[in-house]
C-alpha cells in the first residue's frame, strides 16, 4: 500500500515563529506534490506545488523536497493566527496514477 | 473566474438510497476528479474523468460512478447508500497538462441515516 505519512498534531507554534510541517512518502516514483490547507468545515485550498528537489517559496511558505529521502516539508514564517488549520501533504504516485494520495493532516495551532 | 462549483451543498438521505452529486470545474479545465474525506481524515481518491471517460479509478466499490458530460462538468452517483457513506464529497478540476494541479471545490455534505 502506498502511502502519505503525516504527524496529526496538534502542533502548537506562538504567533511571529516558524510552523514546520513535515511529510513522508512510501512512493519513489512520486513526481508532483502538495500542500493544501483545511479550515474547519471548508475544502482544501491550495497552497503550493512542487516538483524537483530543494526549495520554493512563496510569500511567507516555503516548501522543500527531498525526494532521496522521501520528505517534503512545508515552512511558515511569521506565522499569524489565521494559519491555524490542518495542513494537508498530497502526492501524486508513480506508475501513471492520476489522482492525489493525501497524508491525514496536521492540525496547526497558532497560539497568539 | 468562477472556481469550481459544487451541488447540493448539503443531503441528508436513509440508507439503501441513491444520491447524485455535481460539479462544475474551473473555467479552462477539462478534467474532474472526485474524492470522499471523512471526519478526521484525509480526501480519499474515488475516480477521475477527462474526455468523458474514467480514466483512473481508486479503492472504491462498483456501488461509486460517475459521468462527465462534454462541458466538462461531472457528476458522482451512489447507490445502495451506508451509513458509511457519511462525509464530505469533494471534487476537483485541473487542466490536463498544466502539472496536474488540482483546485477543489467547497464540497457536499452527506449524511446517511
Known amino acids: 500500500q502506498k502511502e502519505v505519512e503525516q504527524n496529526s498534531g496538534p502542533l502548537s507554534v506562538p504567533e511571529g515563529a516558524i510552523a514546520s510541517l513535515n511529510c513522508t512518502y512510501s512512493?519513489?516514483?512520486?513526481?508532483?506534490f502538495f500542500w493544501y490547507r483545511q479550515y474547519s468545515g471548508k475544502s482544501p485550498e491550495l497552497i503550493m506545488s512542487?516538483?524537483?528537489?530543494g526549495d520554493k517559496e512563496d510569500g511567507r511558505f516555503t516548501a522543500q523536497l527531498n525526494k532521496a529521502s522521501q520528505y517534503v516539508s512545508l515552512l511558515i514564517r511569521d506565522s499569524q493566527p489565521s494559519d491555524s488549520a490542518t495542513y494537508l501533504c498530497?502526492?501524486?504516485?508513480?506508475?501513471?496514477?492520476?489522482?492525489?494520495?493525501f497524508g491525514k493532516g496536521t492540525h496547526l495551532i497558532i497560539q497568539p | 473566474d468562477a472556481g469550481v462549483t459544487q451541488s447540493p451543498t448539503h443531503l441528508i438521505k436513509t440508507r439503501g438510497q441513491q444520491v447524485t452529486l455535481r460539479c462544475s470545474p474551473k473555467?479552462?479545465?477539462?478534467?474532474v476528479s472526485w474524492y470522499q474525506q471523512a471526519l478526521g481524515q484525509g480526501p480519499q481518491f474515488i475516480f477521475q474523468?477527462?474526455?468523458?471517460?474514467?480514466?483512473q479509478r481508486g479503492n472504491f466499490p462498483d456501488r461509486f460512478s460517475g459521468h462527465q458530460f462534454p462541458n466538462y462538468s461531472s457528476e458522482l452517483n451512489v447507490n445502495a447508500l451506508l451509513l458509511g457513506d457519511s462525509a464530505l464529497y469533494l471534487c476537483?478540476?485541473?487542466?490536463?497538462?498544466?502539472?496536474?494541479?488540482?483546485?477543489f471545490g467547497p464540497g457536499t455534505r452527506l449524511l446517511v441515516l
Open positions: 476537483a478540476s485541473s487542466f490536463r497538462g498544466e502539472g496536474e494541479t488540482q483546485y
Open positions: 512512493d519513489r516514483g512520486s513526481q508532483s
Open positions: 512542487i516538483y524537483s528537489n
Open positions: 498530497a502526492v501524486i504516485l508513480g506508475g501513471g496514477a492520476d489522482g492525489l494520495t
Open positions: 473555467s479552462g479545465h477539462d478534467t
Open positions: 474523468y477527462y474526455e468523458e471517460e474514467e480514466r
